[in-house]
Nanobody
Framework: QVQFVESGGRLVQAGGSLRLSCAAPGSIFGFNMIGWYRQAPGKQRELVAG???????NYADSVKGRFSISRDNAKNMVYLQMDSLKSEDTAVYYCNTVGGSRLSWGQGTQVTVSS
């Protein structure tokens, strides 16, 4: 299956930082917009940040000012810098396209924030 591959999640204390990485299955120029999603236990998957092919970004209100999404076109990578982490940020984080057809979901990467 063609999938994005996420990495970088781990256990971190509240207030700490993490940088998640997402490897695209080919050139990221083929995807108009790529986003980071997360799913906490018992909750629906939600979009937390997105970045367009020309660098436009948007964020969920819950992470604005704390998370930053970026992309490295040369490496076909998308990143999520997460600062000032809170316990409610605990979730499995995934990347995928935003809008249109999505690829199969990857394994995700677990982020656990201890308070």
């Amino acid at each position: 299956q063609v999938q994005f591959v996420e990495s970088g999640g781990r256990l971190v204390q509240a207030g700490g930082s993490l940088r998640l990485s997402c490897a695209a299955p080919g050139s990221i120029f083929g995807f108009n917009m790529i986003g980071w999603y997360r799913q906490a236990p018992g909750k629906q998957r939600e979009l937390v940040a997105g970045i367009s092919v020309d660098g436009f970004t948007n964020y969920a209100d819950s992470v604005k000012g704390r998370f930053s999404i970026s992309r490295d076109n040369a490496k076909n990578m998308v990143y999520l810098q997460m600062d000032s982490l809170k316990s409610e940020d605990t979730a499995v984080y995934y990347c995928n396209t935003v809008g249109g057809s999505r690829l199969s979901w990857g394994q995700g990467t677990q982020v656990t924030v201890s308070s």
